[in-house]
């Protein structure tokens, strides 16, 4: 297990900005985790720098096991894909995670089949449309069975039917036992996803509670704010 991760004094700056102001928190296996804020809190900042896509000015990010890079994945908004079939942007992900060849093509129509595009498995990737390629970058982290899934925005620019589908394959993997850490500023999704939340404001983490107890009793003004739509994007 790489759980519990644990996150200390941690900062993050760019362009003479700080993004993240001095944030720790412990993230344990479990429940879903959904990290709420306006655009512009630096939701999608920590999740990069918890994953290890960005390095910290300060501060730590530890997690508990070893080979924690390979036992967690990341899909984001906008999935990057390659110019190769849909089975082959599966099967490379495996061969990057140095899954025996004779292996790969099997799991990899295993984790089409569980994201429902075992049909499309010989299309060209870049033809999908924005649902059906965000599903393709969820099978390619269902195929490697990541202890810890990253999830930023990943329906934020899709329509309700797509939403639904993704949505879908996030409590699959849910309960099919890995961790979900997702970043959103859609409230129905936080509520629908979500166990905890942690709120972030301003590069600060402001608040963090059960989802029931975060919409119904907020505990900070900039919370409540947030969930009457009343609090600015910066």
């Known amino acids: 297990?790489?759980?519990?991760?644990?996150?200390?004094?941690?900062?993050?700056?760019?362009?003479?900005?700080?993004?993240?102001t001095p944030l720790s928190l412990e993230i344990a296996a479990g429940p879903s985790t959904v990290i709420l804020g306006a655009n512009g809190a630096g939701?999608?900042?920590?999740?990069?720098?918890?994953?290890?896509l960005l390095a910290p000015s300060s501060g730590t990010v530890v997690w508990s096991g070893d080979n924690a890079r390979r036992r967690q994945a990341m899909v984001f908004q906008r999935p990057v894909l390659l110019r190769r079939s849909v089975l082959a942007?599966?099967?490379?992900?495996?061969?990057?995670?140095?899954?025996?060849?004779t292996d790969r093509e099997g799991l990899a129509l295993e984790a089409l089949d569980s994201v429902g595009l075992a049909a499309l498995a010989n299309r060209p990737a870049r033809v999908l449309s924005g649902g059906e390629q965000q599903r393709l970058a969820l099978a390619r982290a269902w195929a490697l069975h990541p202890e810890v899934l990253f999830l930023d925005e990943p329906t934020a620019s899709l329509d309700p039917t797509a939403t639904r589908e993704i949505e879908r394959v996030i409590q699959a993997f849910d309960a099919a036992g890995t961790k979900i850490i997702m970043a959103t500023h859609n409230l129905g999704q936080a509520r629908?996803?979500?166990?905890?939340?942690?709120?972030?404001?301003?590069?600060?983490?402001?608040?963090?509670?059960?989802?029931?107890?975060?919409?119904?009793?907020p505990a900070s003004t900039e919370a409540a704010a947030f969930i009457k739509g009343e609090l600015p994007w910066v």
């Open 192 to 217: 629908r996803l979500g166990d905890e939340v942690l709120f972030l404001h301003q590069g600060r983490l402001v608040e963090r509670a059960p989802v029931e107890q975060f919409f119904s009793r």
């Open 1 to 20: 297990m790489i759980l519990p991760l644990r996150v200390r004094d941690l900062t993050f700056v760019a362009g003479g900005r700080a993004l993240i």
């Open 43 to 52: 939701k999608s900042v920590l999740m990069r720098l918890m994953h290890g």
């Open 89 to 101: 942007n599966v099967t490379y992900a495996l061969k990057l995670a140095r899954v025996p060849r």
